[in-house]
């Protein structure tokens, strides 16, 4: 499989609303902007990890 295949399947929470709070959180997928950058760099275990944290992150709070 090549590297971009593999890349591909990665399952990312992005939804295309890419605007970021005065925390540099995104208002679309919630992720913070370091999260995003350095997304396909983080294992399997990581990505997991953040996806579940989002279910429940209240990025209007992360300055709190």
Known sequence: MSEQ?????????????CKYNQNNFCVGCKRHMN??????????DMRTAIMADLLTRDIDAESQ
């Open 35 to 44: 999260e995003i950058f350095d997304w396909f760099d983080f294992s399997d």
């Open 5 to 17: 295949a593999r890349l591909k399947q990665i399952k990312s929470p992005c939804v295309s609303i």
